[in-house]
């Protein structure tokens, strides 16, 4: 399996611009979660889904965040507008139990 | 107050040493994780332990649910165990910790 795979990989866009997110995650698993990582704030849990449904966003920060889950295989993390503060690198993992895969991350800059 | 507190927040250490990490929390858990994160950025969860004891290879962790307090324990350490170590908790929500920043030298 090639794991939990994202893209992209790297992106830098300017304040204001629509910023989306892309999450593969491993075939089989039923949870999903989103992750947003900084100098400042460390890790933190934005969002997750058991079985493509949300669980758990009192992560989100704001409105201008939202993420979906269409199907099993594919989910989304969507910023607008973007923000320089949202410059971070965002994670997303996905697991079937106990363990959790994580994606290598995206490393967003907003300019 | 953060609700996870790890110590040490960095550590250096000789190849072979046994090496401790220590992770206290305030709130009321699920469970409690090891992640590993490598220089290049990338995450490996190592444990989730709900009570006890886990071991895997050289990597042991160990959790007090009355203390509320958690162990991450590595025998025989090498340089290639250099990482960030981050313990996180979920309850009600996920917390983490700052992170444990481990060099091991040769």
């Known amino acids: 399996d090639a794991g939990v795979i994202q893209s992209p990989r790297h992106e830098v866009t300017e304040m204001g611009q629509e910023v989306t997110l892309r999450c593969k995650p491993i075939?089989?698993?039923?949870?999903l979660f989103w992750y947003r990582q900084t100098m400042m704030r460390g890790l933190e849990l934005l969002i997750y889904?058991?079985?493509?449904?949300?669980?758990?966003d009192s992560g989100m920060p704001e409105d201008r965040f939202s993420a979906k889950m269409p199907n099993a295989s594919f989910s989304t993390l969507k910023i607008q507008p973007s923000e320089p503060r949202d410059s971070a690198v965002y994670f997303c993992?996905?697991?079937?139990?106990?363990?959790?895969?994580f994606g290598p991350g995206t490393r967003l800059l907003v300019l | 107050k953060n609700e996870v507190e790890q110590s040490p927040q960095n550590l250096t250490a000789q190849e072979g040493e046994f090496i401790t990490i220590n992770c206290s929390y305030s709130?009321?858990?699920?469970?409690l994780h090891w992640l590993q994160q490598h220089p290049g950025g990338g995450i490996v969860s190592l444990f989730m332990?709900?009570?006890g004891k886990k071991k895997h290879g050289r990597l042991i962790a160990t959790i007090n649910i009355q203390e509320k307090h958690s162990s991450l324990h590595i025998t025989a350490s090498h340089p290639r165990d250099s990482a960030v170590y981050i313990c996180?908790?979920?309850?009600?929500?996920?917390?983490f910790g700052t992170g444990t920043s481990l060099t091991v030298i040769p």
């Open positions: 332990l709900s009570s």
């Open positions: 889904f058991n079985n493509n449904v949300p669980i758990d």
């Open positions: 709130v009321g858990i699920s469970a």
């Open positions: 993992a996905s697991s079937l139990a106990e363990t959790q895969y």
């Open positions: 996180a908790v979920t309850g009600n929500q996920f917390y």
């Open positions: 075939s089989g698993h039923n949870s």
